[in-house]
């Protein structure tokens, strides 16, 4: 059975600062995603990754996964303010359609 | 944004009563979800669709029924609520299952006291 671990799960970070976070799954995903929740609201779509060495890249987040590692990482590059979320990841449970998420990293970017 | 409506967004209900939740959409998806988001849980998966009449259990399905009798409509149904249902569920929706992302509904508040 997956099983996703997001590490941290909270992060304080200053603006303008570099920082990765990273998605360990303990099973074969070749799948993972990457979603952004902002407090009170729903979860939006960041990241499709869909195959060994698949990088994405929007504004200051790019997202990478290493399928032989089970690993993902999430990398900012220069953070501001408005990247306060929590960040969720998501890996496929094998062969299925179903999805099995981490518990999220609240990340608080600050001035 | 995808055309995804969940109601209602809040509600208060009682111990042992029924609970039915909705979720609409507007998208012609074929796979549909249900999930529910607690602190420290992340989301887990409580049952999901793959079309019209057909749907299977998630991760935590105990205590949850679903039904799918048109492709735009996944009903979540509690038979009997419970304090520990009291949770943030949101509903989702896919084009391809999981080689697609998932789009999430606005979410809807139950309180079970």
């Known amino acids: 059975e997956l099983k996703v671990e997001q590490n941290p799960l909270f992060l304080s970070m200053q603006e303008g600062k570099n920082y990765t976070i990273y998605c360990n799954y303990s099973?074969?995903?070749?799948?993972l995603y990457w979603y952004r929740q902002d407090p009170g609201k729903s979860l939006e779509s960041l990241f499709v990754l869909l195959s060994n060495g698949a990088v994405k890249q929007e504004g200051r987040l790019m997202a990478s996964l290493d399928t032989k590692a089970r690993l993902s990482t999430l990398h900012i590059t220069a953070a501001v303010h408005d990247l306060s979320a929590t960040y969720f990841c998501?890996?496929?449970?094998?062969?299925?359609?179903?999805?099995?998420f981490g518990k999220g990293m609240k990340l608080t970017v600050n001035p | 944004d995808a055309g995804i409506t969940q109601s209602p967004r809040h509600k208060v209900t009682e111990t042992g009563t029924p609970v039915t939740l909705r979720c609409h959409q507007t998208?012609?998806?074929?796979?549909m979800y249900w999930y529910r988001q607690d602190p420290g849980h992340g989301l887990r998966l409580i049952h999901y669709?793959?079309?019209?009449?057909?749907?299977d259990k998630g991760e935590v399905s105990d205590g949850y029924s679903v039904s799918r009798s048109k492709t735009e409509d996944f009903l979540l149904t509690l038979e009997s609520a419970t304090s520990s249902q009291t949770s943030v569920y949101f509903c989702?929706?896919?084009?391809?299952?999981?080689?697609?992302?998932?789009?999430f509904g606005p979410g809807t508040r139950l309180l079970v006291l």
């Open positions: 998208e012609n998806h074929r796979y």
């Open positions: 998501a890996g496929e449970q094998g062969g299925s359609e179903k999805l099995v």
């Open positions: 099973t074969t995903s070749d799948r």
């Open positions: 669709s793959y079309g019209v009449k057909d749907t």
């Open positions: 989702a929706i896919s084009r391809a299952g999981s080689s697609e992302t998932q789009y």
